[in-house]
């Protein structure tokens, strides 16, 4: 099984600051990987898919990157909305074994 | 606009069944794999099970190979789960999700999600 490990656990930043989150694979998964968003009482949303795409209706302050191990989500200049939970997902593994990290925290400094 | 509507969710006993079910609206449910992922109380998430847009391909975690069944019912935009043999560890909040590619053959990463149906196991 991937193991997907992200980082920080927690992000403590300002509205308008710049937030940058990791995963890393403990193998590569190309570029198989998604990056999703959950605020408390909702179902997560898809932000980004296959490293950098950005899923329907998703604001451009959202761009994704890497591949094989090591991706990035950065978001390019917080507003109120996105304090959340992050977390990424690999689709690498076939038969899937598809598989969540533990989630970063981003939360109002 | 695309709904997932999930029901089914009790509390059950260790050892006991249930089926969860999830109404689909809103899109060609039958040109899409759908998926259930769950997630316990104050946990990540974990994907439980897939399948294919026809309903001729399934796919388990190993966490619940052997005791859950994914089915689908094209004809009337449904999916479903049947949980068998269930323990303590099957506690969580159970989502239903649409595939964001159409008519794939390696499905895998999820773009509408419903609200969740809770199961809890305790006795």
């Known amino acids: 099984e991937i193991v997907l490990t992200q980082s920080p656990a927690t992000l403590s930043l300002s509205p308008g600051e710049r937030a940058t989150l990791s995963c890393r694979a403990s193998q590569s998964v190309a570029i198989f990987l998604a990056w999703y968003q959950q605020k408390p009482g909702q179902a997560p949303r898809l932000l980004i898919y296959d490293a950098s795409t950005r899923a329907t209706g998703i604001p451009a302050r959202f761009s994704g990157s890497g591949s094989g191990t090591d991706f990035t989500l950065t978001i390019s200049s917080l507003e109120p909305e996105d304090f959340a939970i992050y977390y990424c997902q690999q689709r690498s593994d076939w038969p899937p074994g598809l598989t969540f990290g533990g989630g970063t925290r981003v939360e109002i400094k | 606009e695309v709904q997932l509507v999930e029901s089914g969710g009790v509390v059950v006993q260790p050892g006991g069944s249930l089926r969860l079910s999830c109404a689909a609206s809103g899109f060609s449910f039958d040109e899409y794999a759908m998926h259930w992922v769950r997630q316990a109380p104050g946990k990540s998430l974990e994907w439980v099970s897939l399948?294919?847009?026809?309903?001729?391909?399934?796919h388990y975690a190993d966490s619940v190979k052997g005791r859950f069944t994914i089915s689908r019912d094209n004809s009337k935009n449904f999916l479903y789960l049947q949980m068998n043999s269930l323990t303590s560890e099957d506690t969580a909040l159970y989502y239903c999700?649409?595939?964001?590619?159409?008519?794939?053959?390696?499905?895998?990463?999820?773009?509408?999600w419903g609200q969740g149906t809770l199961v809890t196991v305790s006795s």
């Open positions: 999700a649409k595939d964001v590619r159409h008519y794939t053959s390696s499905p895998g990463n999820f773009d509408y």
């Open positions: 399948i294919s847009h026809e309903g001729d391909s399934t």
